[in-house]
């Protein structure tokens, strides 16, 4: 600072001093030689000298001293008037006070995050400022904070706990770009909020087709979650809800697909703020059961195919051997159970009887597994055919067929389903077996005069009786189209002929799977009962050596509503 020469000369003098609003004295200094006395002045609109008082002190010496002065004092000019024995001297003006202004953290003091992801704070403040930051108090075990600097708070904030929130204290202290003022700390409490879950055991269940969902209602590790879902499904599955909110409603879910189908419930859950993980609830649409050669019909009951169902019709499920009916619920389905066909007899012999039928519109089953017994057919002989094997599915048992009779007082009256024909010539046999009541009917009676045998009987009518030298007429079964087709099962099989000229004719087979019998000419035209009908095996003609034919295995059939 330049000044006056003369008795007391000023050596020089601070040009500026700058202080942080608040934060306590500063001086100026002027440096002079001489016998001195001092005097320091202020600019308002002119030079003025300034007392002891307010903020000044030591005003009449070297040293100015300002203490705490106010931001309006910022830019005041300062200079000094040293007097000597010779004459005065005066500082050039240029001493000037900067107060700088004390930065204030400017955020609000409290936030929320959810655990797992950061509060993501911009700091802000009164000022231009940089920031540090160091930990407070820490609630619930929150972890993931540490001090640091920098202009933005965004550590990855873990709470531990499954339904109580924590918190954790950001201490902040600002200080400023221009004089590098530090203000006031500033603490911001970030509450920390669990993330909610679903906790739902188990996540799934299981309906069959056409049948009612459980209602599920949704619940959480944290009180108060709500909860929003979206819906997806396999090929073929309908009537479900596609999205919503809360609980899981009951519904009423289809499938035409072949196969067990599913919806799929994407559930995400939500509380004070924070989204959990999206979890998925399964719904599986079961076909109503499974077991034997699978088929649909269409809403008739006709048309049958392999795949895929008809909407509104049918499936069947068809047994030509021995297996299990599965049903996935309980319900009412419609049965027809046919027993094997018993064979035909050689030698004056009569018809195989048609297996036992049993058909039950409404059977009642329940979500277990049913052995299914499918009977075989009896066996044609010479002598001594065989009565046919039952045929069971739950409950119901169809009675194998009785065996056509044979010549001689050793083949005793027998039961089956249906009955066997009469033998011809021997008046011990020339009755026919018997058949159960309900299942089947009698066998025909044989021929007293020329030998020729009786036909079965099938489920439908009693075999024929033997004419003269023609053999009986199998009795016809019955007729269903519980396959999609309608088919007779259960029929008897033809008595054999008189084998005496003039031959007579074989007797015809019954419809519903017999066999046909033996003409009396030849030892040829002997016939089997057909494979899953239950037919009864065709007889051979008198005086042959030709065996009877065998019975036809049964059949169980199953069908029910889509």
Known sequence: VAADTGCAVILGAVELTATCFGSGAVSFTVTATGGLTYQWQEFIISWNNVANAGVYSNVNTAILTITNPPLSMNANKYRCVVSGTCTNTTSDGEATLSVNPIPLVTNAATTTTCSGTGPNISLTSSLPSNFSWTIGTITGGITGASASSGVTINQTLINPSNDTAGSIQYIVTPTSTAGSCVGAAFTITVTVNPTPTVTNTPL??????????????????????????????????????????????????????????????????????????????????????????????????????SSPPYSGGYTVHAFTSSGTFTPNCSGNVEVLVVAGGGGGAGRHGGGGGAGGLIYNSSFAVTAQAYATTIGAGGNGSVDYATNGSNSVFGSLTAI??????????????????????????????????????????????????????????????????????????????LAYSISGTSKYYAGGGGGGASGVSPYGTAGAAGLGGGGRGGDGYTDAGVTAGTPNTGGGGGASRTYSNVPGAGGGSGIVIIRYHN
């Open 204 to 305: 799934a269940q299981s309906i069959c087709l056409g049948g009612n969902t459980t209602l599920v209602t949704l619940t959480s590790n944290v009180s108060g979650t709500t909860f929003a879902w979206t819906a997806s499904a396999t090929s073929g599955v309908s009537g479900f809800t596609t999205s919503g909110s809360g609980t899981i409603p009951v519904q009423t879910i289809y499938t035409s697909a072949s196969t067990a189908g599913t919806v799929t419930y994407a559930i995400t859950p939500t509380a004070n703020g924070c989204a959990g993980s999206v979890t998925n609830y399964v719904t599986t649409v079961n076909l109503f059961a499974t077991g034997g050669t699978i088929t649909y019909t269409d809403a008739s009951g006709l048309n049958p195919r």
């Open 400 to 477: 194998g067929g009785a065996r056509g009779r044979t010549y001689g007082p050793g083949d005793a009256q027998a039961t089956g389903g249906s009955g066997g024909g009469g033998a011809g010539e021997s008046p011990d046999s020339q009755s026919p077996n018997l058949g159960t009541s309900g299942q089947g009917n009698n066998g025909g009676q044989a021929s007293s005069t020329y030998e020729a045998g009786g036909g079965g009987g099938g489920a439908g009518a009693a075999g024929g009786n033997a004419s003269v030298k023609n053999g009986g007429a199998g009795g016809n079964g």
